[in-house]
């Protein structure tokens, strides 16, 4: 069954440094990957999405995901996270036109 | 571009009665329209799918006569929760994608949170 994993649930960072998200994901044909964001109260905006080709996306926000077919995993970047950054972030693939979502991260920011 | 409005987005209501959640696609056709559900601090949990025209399919464990959605159109689609309990609370996310092929990205509402007493 596909699956996808988080496997941390809150991460806390200074404002400056640099930022890994973990995904891992359990799917038996090529993956479309994804991740998105949520602000508190809010719905989920696009961060960014790999379908195929260069395996090292860029999105908005400063923010980029590199695809590793042989540890299955698509862990979202940023080099330096500004306090705006301070949300929850959720990996998802799709298989058929559903998605599967991992059950988040929060990435709190500090001062 | 890309752009999926909801409405409301906040409502109270007292248990018994049935509430109308729309779902619309503001600058493109929508073909396929999705409804998930997200408890606190938990991720999205889908619903259904919905197709222009035709009738919503359902995941498993979801009461379709509970739940009914209508895809009337390519840029609106309802879910209505029918003899609402406190249960039902929670937070409604629709989201919409065009054409409904494989590689086509799906752009999320806004969010409806549901408060029912």
């Known amino acids: 069954a596909q699956s996808v994993t988080q496997p941390d649930i809150h991460i806390t960072v200074s404002e400056g440094a640099s930022l890994e998200l973990r995904c891992n994901y359990s799917?038996?044909?090529?993956?479309?990957l994804f991740w998105y964001v949520q602000s508190p109260g809010q719905g989920l905006q696009l961060l960014l999405k790999y379908f195929s080709g260069d395996t090292l996306v860029q999105g908005i926000k400063g923010f980029e995901a590199e695809f590793k077919r042989s540890q299955s995993s698509f862990n979202l970047r940023k080099p330096s996270v500004h306090w705006s950054d301070a949300a929850e972030y959720f990996c998802a693939v799709q298989y058929g036109n559903k998605l599967v979502f991992g059950a988040g991260t929060i990435l709190r920011v500090k001062s | 571009g890309a752009v999926v409005s909801q409405h409301p987005s906040r409502v109270i209501c007292k248990s018994g009665t049935s509430v109308k959640i729309e779902c619309r696609s503001l600058?493109?056709?929508?073909?396929?329209m999705f409804w998930y559900r997200q408890f606190p601090k938990q991720s999205l949990m889908l619903m259904a799918t919905?197709?222009?025209?035709?009738?919503?399919?359902?995941e498993q464990g979801v009461e379709k006569d509970k739940f009914l959605i209508n895809h009337a159109s390519l840029t609106l689609s309802t879910l209505t929760v029918t003899s609402a309990h406190p249960e039902d609370s929670s937070f409604y996310i629709c989201?919409?994608?065009?054409?409904?092929?494989?590689?086509?990205?799906?752009?999320f509402g806004p969010g409806t949170r549901l408060l029912v007493l």
């Open positions: 600058d493109f056709q929508a073909t396929t």
């Open positions: 989201s919409a994608s065009s054409v409904g092929a494989l590689r086509e990205t799906q752009y």
């Open positions: 799917y038996g044909a090529t993956p479309y």
């Open positions: 919905s197709n222009e025209g035709s009738k919503a399919t359902y």
